[in-house]
Protein backbone atom coordinates (compact mmCIF):
# COMPACT_ATOMS: atom_id res chain seq x y z
CA UNK A 1 0.00 0.00 0.00
CA UNK A 2 1.33 3.30 -0.78
CA UNK A 3 1.25 6.41 1.34
CA UNK A 4 -0.88 8.36 -0.73
CA UNK A 5 -3.56 5.53 0.43
CA UNK A 6 -2.64 5.51 4.30
CA UNK A 7 -3.52 9.03 4.65
CA UNK A 8 -6.91 9.31 3.73
CA UNK A 9 -7.33 6.40 6.77
CA UNK A 10 -4.62 8.44 8.80
CA UNK A 11 -6.98 11.05 8.44
CA UNK A 12 -10.24 9.64 9.32
CA UNK A 13 -9.27 8.18 12.28
CA UNK A 14 -8.27 11.54 13.56
CA UNK A 15 -11.15 12.81 13.05
CA UNK A 16 -13.25 10.52 14.64
CA UNK A 17 -10.85 10.98 17.57
CA UNK A 18 -11.37 14.80 17.37
CA UNK A 19 -15.25 14.33 17.37
CA UNK A 20 -15.01 11.75 20.17
CA UNK A 21 -14.00 14.02 22.79
CA UNK A 22 -16.47 17.14 21.80
CA UNK A 23 -19.77 14.66 21.84
CA UNK A 24 -19.12 14.00 25.35
CA UNK A 25 -18.64 17.44 26.06
CA UNK A 26 -21.77 18.23 24.55
CA UNK A 27 -23.58 15.98 26.43
CA UNK A 28 -22.03 16.72 29.66
CA UNK A 29 -23.37 20.66 29.27
CA UNK A 30 -26.95 19.08 28.62
CA UNK A 31 -26.92 17.59 32.41
CA UNK A 32 -25.35 20.52 33.36
CA UNK A 33 -27.98 22.35 31.79
CA UNK A 34 -30.82 20.28 33.02
CA UNK A 35 -29.44 19.95 36.66
CA UNK A 36 -29.14 23.76 37.27
CA UNK A 37 -33.02 23.54 35.43
CA UNK A 38 -34.36 21.08 38.21
CA UNK A 39 -32.53 23.51 40.95
CA UNK A 40 -34.00 26.67 39.66
CA UNK A 41 -37.30 24.85 39.78
CA UNK A 42 -36.67 24.00 42.85
CA UNK A 43 -36.21 26.74 44.14
CA UNK A 44 -39.15 28.87 42.58
CA UNK A 45 -41.28 25.62 44.16
CA UNK A 46 -39.70 26.26 47.73
CA UNK A 47 -40.51 30.23 46.91
CA UNK A 48 -43.95 29.57 45.84
CA UNK A 49 -44.64 27.30 48.90
CA UNK A 50 -43.39 30.22 51.75
CA UNK A 51 -44.65 33.18 49.61
CA UNK A 52 -48.58 31.06 50.19
CA UNK A 53 -47.49 30.60 53.89
CA UNK A 54 -46.38 34.26 53.89
CA UNK A 55 -50.05 35.54 52.36
CA UNK A 56 -51.89 32.54 54.66
CA UNK A 57 -50.01 34.56 57.42
CA UNK A 58 -50.80 37.91 56.27
CA UNK A 59 -54.43 36.99 55.63
CA UNK A 60 -55.05 35.26 59.25
CA UNK A 61 -53.33 39.25 60.70
CA UNK A 62 -55.88 41.22 58.85
CA UNK A 63 -58.50 39.14 60.04
CA UNK A 64 -58.02 39.18 63.61
CA UNK A 65 -56.75 42.89 62.91
CA UNK A 66 -60.33 43.04 60.79
CA UNK A 67 -61.85 41.67 64.14
CA UNK A 68 -60.03 43.73 66.85
CA UNK A 69 -60.77 47.21 64.69
CA UNK A 70 -64.65 45.21 64.64
CA UNK A 71 -65.06 44.89 68.31
CA UNK A 72 -63.33 48.36 69.21
CA UNK A 73 -65.66 50.43 67.17
CA UNK A 74 -68.30 48.27 68.90
CA UNK A 75 -66.91 49.38 72.40
CA UNK A 76 -67.13 53.09 70.73
CA UNK A 77 -70.78 52.82 70.32
CA UNK A 78 -71.17 51.45 73.47
CA UNK A 79 -69.53 54.06 75.18
CA UNK A 80 -70.75 56.83 72.97
CA UNK A 81 -74.64 55.55 73.94
CA UNK A 82 -74.05 55.16 77.72
CA UNK A 83 -72.11 58.51 77.88
CA UNK A 84 -75.28 60.10 75.53
CA UNK A 85 -77.30 58.35 78.31
CA UNK A 86 -75.67 59.50 81.72
CA UNK A 87 -75.98 63.33 79.97
CA UNK A 88 -79.53 62.76 79.39
CA UNK A 89 -80.15 61.56 82.69
CA UNK A 90 -78.43 64.06 84.15
CA UNK A 91 -80.25 66.86 82.02
CA UNK A 92 -83.66 65.63 83.19
CA UNK A 93 -82.48 65.36 86.87
CA UNK A 94 -80.05 67.62 87.34
CA UNK A 95 -83.33 69.63 89.52
CA UNK A 96 -83.94 67.09 91.97
CA UNK A 97 -82.18 67.97 95.07
CA UNK A 98 -83.07 71.63 94.04
CA UNK A 99 -87.08 70.19 93.63
CA UNK A 100 -86.62 68.41 96.62
CA UNK A 101 -86.19 71.42 98.75
CA UNK A 102 -88.89 73.71 97.03
CA UNK A 103 -91.39 70.81 98.22
CA UNK A 104 -91.35 71.77 101.20
CA UNK A 105 -92.04 75.28 100.91
CA UNK A 106 -95.15 73.43 99.03
CA UNK A 107 -95.72 71.74 102.19
CA UNK A 108 -95.71 74.55 104.50
CA UNK A 109 -98.35 76.88 102.27
CA UNK A 110 -100.77 73.86 102.06
CA UNK A 111 -100.56 73.50 105.81
CA UNK A 112 -101.02 76.80 106.46
CA UNK A 113 -104.27 77.09 104.25
CA UNK A 114 -105.81 74.02 106.60
CA UNK A 115 -104.93 75.90 109.51
CA UNK A 116 -106.12 79.18 108.18
CA UNK A 117 -110.09 78.53 109.21
CA UNK A 118 -112.60 81.59 109.61
CA UNK A 119 -114.39 83.78 107.76
CA UNK A 120 -112.20 86.75 108.83
CA UNK A 121 -111.29 89.10 105.88
CA UNK A 122 -107.34 88.69 106.74
CA UNK A 123 -108.10 84.87 106.84
CA UNK A 124 -109.79 84.92 103.35
CA UNK A 125 -106.92 87.24 101.83
CA UNK A 126 -104.27 84.62 103.59
CA UNK A 127 -105.94 81.52 101.81
CA UNK A 128 -105.89 83.59 98.70
CA UNK A 129 -102.56 84.91 98.86
CA UNK A 130 -101.35 81.22 99.70
CA UNK A 131 -103.40 79.38 97.56
CA UNK A 132 -102.22 81.71 94.05
CA UNK A 133 -97.66 81.08 95.23
CA UNK A 134 -99.21 76.92 95.15
CA UNK A 135 -100.50 77.84 91.70
CA UNK A 136 -97.39 79.72 90.78
CA UNK A 137 -95.31 76.70 91.88
CA UNK A 138 -97.16 74.08 89.90
CA UNK A 139 -96.70 76.40 86.84
CA UNK A 140 -93.12 76.45 87.11
CA UNK A 141 -92.89 72.86 87.84
CA UNK A 142 -95.04 71.91 85.21
CA UNK A 143 -92.30 73.80 82.57
CA UNK A 144 -89.83 71.06 83.97
CA UNK A 145 -91.81 68.37 84.40
CA UNK A 146 -92.23 68.07 88.02
CA UNK A 147 -95.52 66.45 89.02
CA UNK A 148 -97.88 66.06 91.81
CA UNK A 149 -99.12 62.81 93.23
CA UNK A 150 -102.59 63.18 94.89
CA UNK A 151 -103.79 59.36 94.63
CA UNK A 152 -107.27 60.39 97.09
CA UNK A 153 -108.89 56.98 95.56
CA UNK A 154 -106.79 55.69 93.87
CA UNK A 155 -105.23 51.64 94.27
CA UNK A 156 -102.39 51.70 96.40
CA UNK A 157 -99.19 51.50 94.24
CA UNK A 158 -96.12 50.99 96.62
CA UNK A 159 -94.26 52.28 93.60
CA UNK A 160 -95.27 55.58 94.21
CA UNK A 161 -97.40 55.80 97.24
CA UNK A 162 -96.40 55.12 101.38
CA UNK A 163 -98.76 53.53 103.33
CA UNK A 164 -98.79 55.38 106.91
CA UNK A 165 -101.70 53.18 108.09
CA UNK A 166 -104.84 51.43 106.97
CA UNK A 167 -108.34 52.13 108.11
CA UNK A 168 -111.05 50.02 107.74
CA UNK A 169 -114.00 51.09 105.22
CA UNK A 170 -117.23 49.90 103.77
CA UNK A 171 -117.45 52.38 101.47
CA UNK A 172 -113.97 52.33 99.77
CA UNK A 173 -112.58 49.17 98.24
CA UNK A 174 -109.61 47.33 100.14
CA UNK A 175 -106.08 48.30 99.12
CA UNK A 176 -107.67 51.84 97.85
CA UNK A 177 -106.02 54.98 99.51
CA UNK A 178 -108.17 56.94 101.19
CA UNK A 179 -106.81 60.21 102.59
CA UNK A 180 -103.21 61.71 101.80
CA UNK A 181 -101.60 62.99 104.65
CA UNK A 182 -98.71 64.51 102.40
CA UNK A 183 -98.92 64.77 98.33
CA UNK A 184 -95.85 62.67 96.37
CA UNK A 185 -93.97 64.24 93.51
CA UNK A 186 -92.17 62.77 90.44
CA UNK A 187 -89.76 64.49 88.11
CA UNK A 188 -89.18 63.25 84.45
CA UNK A 189 -90.99 60.04 85.57
CA UNK A 190 -88.81 59.35 87.91
CA UNK A 191 -90.33 59.64 91.84
CA UNK A 192 -88.24 62.40 94.11
CA UNK A 193 -90.83 61.75 96.78
CA UNK A 194 -93.71 59.10 97.69
CA UNK A 195 -97.20 60.23 98.50
CA UNK A 196 -98.05 58.94 102.01
CA UNK A 197 -101.39 57.68 102.16
CA UNK A 198 -104.00 55.94 104.29
CA UNK A 199 -104.70 52.49 102.56
CA UNK A 200 -108.54 51.36 103.39
CA UNK A 201 -108.81 47.74 104.40
CA UNK A 202 -112.02 45.58 105.05
CA UNK A 203 -114.23 46.69 107.42
CA UNK A 204 -115.02 43.88 110.89
CA UNK A 205 -117.53 42.13 110.31
CA UNK A 206 -120.24 42.89 112.90
CA UNK A 207 -121.16 39.88 115.53
CA UNK A 208 -123.70 37.78 114.80
CA UNK A 209 -126.82 38.24 117.28
CA UNK A 210 -127.83 34.60 117.17
CA UNK A 211 -124.77 33.04 117.29
CA UNK A 212 -124.51 35.04 120.84
CA UNK A 213 -127.58 33.63 122.00
CA UNK A 214 -126.98 30.37 121.27
CA UNK A 215 -123.61 30.68 123.20
CA UNK A 216 -125.37 32.31 125.96
CA UNK A 217 -127.94 29.15 125.49
Do not use: C
Not at 138 to 145: C, D, L, M, T
Amino acid sequence: MSNEQEAPENQLDQDVQEEGPETTGDIAEENDTEAEAEQVAAKEEVSIESLQKQLAAAEKKAEENWDKAVRTQAEMENLKRRTQKDLDSAHKFALEKFAKELLTVIDSLELGIQAATGDSPEVHKLREGSELTIKQFESVFAKFNIEAVDPIGQPFNPELHQAMTMQPSNEAEPNTVLNVFQKGYVLNGRLIRPAMVVVAKAADKPADDSVKIDEQA
